[in-house]
């Protein structure tokens, strides 16, 4: 194939603007924003399980709590009971002491009852503050989230925009090519890797390989504006100008 020096130089614009779009889409599925957004919403995520957490906890409090006020509250009930039977002297002696037992035990049972009381009550109030901890991190996780993702969608706003130059770039470019060669340079795309590079002493700018003494020799003999490919990795090779001189 034959195709015009300027016309191989600019083969070698159009790949330097794919290896551009190339690092475009790598760099979209790799953004440090997104890392980061993923980071704090894990973070997030974690924080609100903490708090729903600590919510169930102090449900579970609250039950022991009026469980425990219930049973106070039928202890007491008792022992108004049993006073006001004894104030009414219409007991008998043995009953006397019988209620007054009672009245002893249900003393302590309420002494009991009012320490495991507070037992729990302590415990809810260390876990309300800790949920009230957690609330408060939340907010601030809400307004982190918020700028990760201000962040990322301003990354992702300006890798469209590089994008979209180098496509612009890319279809000037295939405008001023014939379209055979760049159908050449297109399947060679298509095998993977660079669809050209420039020779650059002996080695292939695409592959970054030596070519050896006799494939030179052919390489130099070629006349200008003849598309060589490659011998290890199949590109055009693009010769620099004043290559022969």
């Known amino acids: 194939?034959?195709?015009?020096?300027?016309?191989?130089?600019?083969?070698?614009?159009?790949?330097?603007v794919d290896a551009g779009l190339a690092r475009v889409d790598h760099r979209v599925k790799r953004?440090?924003?997104?890392?980061?957004?993923?980071?704090?919403r894990a973070e997030h995520r974690a924080a609100g399980d903490r708090v729903a957490t600590l919510g169930i906890a102090m449900e579970d409090l609250d039950e022991q709590v009026a469980k425990f006020e219930s049973e106070?509250?039928?202890?007491?009930?008792?022992?108004?009971?049993?006073?006001?039977?004894l104030q009414g002297g219409g007991v008998g002696a043995k009953q006397v002491g019988e209620l007054q037992h009672e009245l002893e035990t249900l003393e302590r049972r309420q002494a009991s009852l009012?320490?495991?009381?507070?037992?729990?009550?302590?415990?809810?109030?260390?876990?309300?503050?800790?949920r009230a901890e957690g609330l408060a991190r939340i907010e601030e996780l809400d307004a982190?989230?918020?700028?990760?993702?201000?962040?990322?969608?301003?990354?992702?706003?300006?890798?469209?925009?590089t994008r979209q130059e180098h496509l612009t770039r890319r279809q000037e470019l295939l405008?001023?090519?014939q379209?055979?060669?760049?159908?050449?340079y297109e399947r060679q795309r298509a095998r993977g890797g660079p669809g050209a590079g420039q020779l650059q002493g002996r080695r292939c700018g695409a592959c970054r390989l030596e070519i050896d003494r006799g494939e030179m020799a052919r390489i130099t003999a070629a006349a200008d504006d003849e598309v060589l490919r490659c011998p290890e990795c199949n590109a055009i090779l693009v010769r620099a100008e004043g290559f022969k001189k």
Request: charged share 35%.
């Open 72 to 85: 106070i509250e039928g202890v007491r009930q008792r022992e108004d009971r049993d006073r006001a039977l």
């Open 175 to 177: 405008n001023t090519l």
């Open 179 to 184: 379209p055979e060669l760049v159908d050449l």
């Open 114 to 130: 009012e320490d495991s009381l507070l037992e729990v009550m302590e415990r809810r109030e260390e876990l309300a503050a800790q």
């Open 1 to 16: 194939m034959k195709a015009d020096v300027w016309q191989q130089h600019s083969l070698l614009q159009l790949a330097e």
């Open 31 to 40: 953004l440090p924003e997104q890392e980061e957004l993923e980071r704090v």
């Open 144 to 161: 982190t989230v918020s700028e990760a993702q201000h962040a990322l969608a301003e990354a992702v706003a300006e890798l469209d925009r």
